[in-house]
Structures are given as structure tokens and as C-alpha cells.
């Protein structure tokens, strides 16, 4: 298939920068290369009608680490790595905030609080041997971030959140949550203002190096242009194979409206690798991918039963057990993952470049690399 003069001239224009995947990476890429290139010059492709990984189907944690999460990154990787990833994830919301506006992605500053069940043990840390860590964990994040006792002990969780059968809790002051559904309407906004095309519903299959061009092969037809953008994220791996980055499925749910609610606020259980927070009168419940493995490297939407047995057992016994609700919704997004947690930004041929990798962090990081991808291009041009 072919594309016709009125495609070409009409939808695809002059496309000399080319970006694939209208995430927020993607998107944020967009908005900094046309603050040095000409706007109408750049064209942002996305496969899907929203975006297809992670950016419309995340749970909408402003999120930066739990304390067990980041304990156990001190411990498998360099105090500097460390550092580096909290900075970005802290420096990467405030750009995210200062972009949009809180009002327009609903920004709240709620907090984050890690729980500690008793029924279950912590895999992998004990509610009294992360007490004893905070501490460290609190001079660790004044020197990364130069925010004072980020972390501190939550007592009484029966009287303040209706929660039984827990050990104790750990709060993180600066966390928060945003509506995703927002967030994403503006970013969009904000990219097509500046007139940068969208184009939807093109999968890009290869593309390949020529002399001063690249040449895109989509499942709709060939184009080429000048430069090219990867920001695929979790669906990398066609695209850029020898890269360090495979998929990560996550399973979230929704339940129905719940009367009196008293779960309000953003929570983490489990290293971080299961989350709930309140929408609305709602409670949202996620992840789990660690009670199956590997089963859950794969782009393939829908849910393991394994993972969607625990959750829901997990809401009925521990969050809710006095409450009457259903699942209202159901949906699966993406992550991307690989052996190191840091992002992977650089040049994929001399006129290709990708930011990937987002370690499940991307509405945390996707703004800060998003200008990070388009800095790399900036200096590597001499704009």
C-alpha cells in the first residue's frame, strides 16, 4: 500500500523529524524540538488511538520511590545510579507540573504510603528492618534531592484509613497523584497548538539509514524524512533489538463507586510492585507482575490469573473487606524494563536517536527525557 498525494500533502506534509510513538516521551520530545525547529516540520506517528503502552493506561501515581523500592535499588545498584534516578524522577514531575499547570492534569499532593500486611510478610523486607533504614533513607534523599525527612512512620492505620491486618505503614511526603486522562489531553493540546501533527492508527514495521535521510516503513506505506525519534518505550524491541529493553505487563483494577471510602491517597505494598490509590469514591488496585515473572514480559493485553487472583483477593480480605463493590473496569498497560533501571537516551544510527526504558516511572521521568532526547539532538547538530 501507497500513499496518495492528498495523504502526502495533506496529513504528512513536510516531515523532516519524525517521531514514533505519542506517549508522553514522545509528545515531550515534540514540544522541545520545536522550541529550536520549525513546528510544521515535525510529526509525531502513534500506532494506536490513544497510546498504545503505557502513557492513557498507567494508574496515575506522581511517584518517585518507595522506601523498600528504593532500598532495594541501593542495594543493586551504585549510590550514584541511585541518585541519578531519584533526581530524575523528582526533577522529571516538577517539569511535568510546570508544563501543564496542576489544574490541568489534577495534580494532588497526597503523599504516598508504603503498607506492611501482617497475613503476608514483606517479600523481601520486614516492616521493623525498613524502620531501622529510614534514617539512611532520609539523608540519602536530602543529598539526591535536598528535601528533608521525606520518609516518616504512619501509626494507627485502622483509625485513619480503616485498614486491618497491617504491620505498620511509611509515608512519603512528596508523592502524589494526577488524572492520566488529563494529563494526556494536555500534553495533546499542547503539541497540536504549536501545529505538530499526530498521526494515528500507523504502525511503524523498520526503518533504514541512507545518506542525509532515514526511510520509514509503516504498515500503511513508506515515507522518509531527515531525522528520526523512537520513543516507544515498552515496544521497543522490534524496532531497536539490541537494546536492553523488554515489556512489562501490569494488571489494574477499578472497582465501583464505594460509600464512604476511607482509603484516600496513593499506597504502595510489595517494593512498590503492587499500588492502590482512590479515584474519586473509587479505589484502583495494580501490578503484581512479580507473582508471575517472566509470564509477564509480553505486549499481549489482558490479565494472568494468577496475578488477577491475588488482587482481588488482596481487595476483598485486606482493603475492603466490609465493603460491597465490583469491578467496574479492567485494563493492562505496559511497561519498559530491562537489566538496569535508568533510561536508555542516545543516537541508534547517524540519524536516528531513541529514549526508552522508562522503568515503569514514565509519568515521573517522560517530560525530563522527552527534553533530554531533544537536547542529545541539539548538541549533536550544533542548534
Given amino acids: 500500500m501507497e500513499f496518495s498525494y492528498w495523504e502526502r500533502r495533506s496529513f504528512l506534509g513536510n516531515a523532516k523529524y519524525c517521531i514514533i510513538g505519542g506517549g508522553i516521551v514522545g509528545l515531550s520530545t515534540a514540544l522541545n524540538l520545536a522550541q529550536g525547529l520549525p513546528a510544521s516540520e515535525i510529526v509525531i506517528f502513534e500506532k494506536s488511538p490513544f497510546s498504545g503502552g503505557g502513557s492513557t493506561k498507567n494508574a496515575g501515581f506522581a511517584c518517585f520511590g518507595s522506601p523498600t523500592e528504593v532500598l ?6 551504585s549510590k550514584k545510579e541511585c ?18 499547570g496542576d489544574h490541568n492534569i489534577d495534580y494532588q499532593h497526597c503523599g504516598g504510603l508504603e503498607l506492611f500486611s501482617e497475613n503476608e510478610k514483606m517479600e523481601g523486607k520486614d516492616f521493623e528492618e525498613v524502620l531501622e533504614s529510614l534514617p539512611m533513607l532520609n539523608t540519602f534523599m536530602e543529598e539526591a534531592i535536598g528535601e528533608k525527612a521525606v ?19 511509611i509515608n512519603n511526603r512528596l508523592e502524589g497523584a494526577i488524572d492520566t486522562g488529563k494529563m494526556m489531553k494536555s500534553l495533546t493540546a499542547k503539541v497540536n497548538d504549536l501545529g505538530i501533527r499526530i498521526v494515528r492508527g500507523m504502525e511503524l514495521l523498520s526503518f533504514d539509514e541512507q545518506d542525509g535521510s532515514v526511510d520509514l516503513h509503516f504498515d500503511y506505506g513508506k515515507i522518509s524524512c531527515e531525522q528520526l525519534f523512537i520513543c516507544t518505550n515498552s515496544m521497543s524491541q522490534v524496532l531497536l533489538p539490541n537494546l536492553d529493553v523488554h515489556p512489562g505487563r501490569n494488571t489494574v483494577l477499578l472497582t465501583s463507586p464505594i460509600p464512604r471510602l476511607k482509603l484516600k491517597g496513593t ?3 510489595f517494593e512498590g510492585y503492587v499500588y492502590f490509590r482512590n479515584i474519586g469514591d473509587r479505589l484502583l488496585l495494580g501490578g503484581g507482575r512479580h507473582w508471575a515473572g517472566a509470564e509477564e514480559n509480553t505486549l499481549e493485553h489482558g490479565s494472568n490469573p494468577i496475578i488477577e487472583k491475588k488482587l482481588l483477593s488482596l481487595l476483598r480480605e485486606d482493603l475492603l473487606p466490609k465493603n460491597d463493590f465490583k469491578i467496574d473496569y479492567q485494563w493492562s498497560g505496559f511497561l519498559g524494563l530491562g537489566n538496569k533501571k535508568s533510561p536508555i537516551i542516545q543516537k541508534v544510527g547517524n540519524h536516528s536517536f531513541c529514549a526508552v526504558r522508562m522503568g515503569g ?14 537536547q542529545l539532538f541539539f548538541e549533536e547538530h550544533s542548534f
Avoid: C, N, P, W
Wanted: aromatic share 4%; hydrophobic share 40%; glycine share 12%.
Fill in 83 to 100: 541518585t541519578d534516578l531519584i533526581r530524575l524522577r523528582f526533577e522529571g514531575l516538577k517539569l511535568l507540573r510546570s508544563t501543564l
Fill in 72 to 77: 532495594s535499588d541501593l542495594q543493586s545498584m
Fill in 151 to 169: 520518609y516518616h512512620e504512619v501509626s494507627h492505620l485502622q483509625e485513619s484509613h480503616a485498614l486491618k491486618g497491617m504491620q505498620g505503614g
Fill in 267 to 269: 499506597f504502595h505494598m
Fill in 361 to 374: 516511572m514514565g509519568v515521573a521521568i517522560g517530560s525530563e527525557i522527552g527534553r533530554q532526547l531533544a
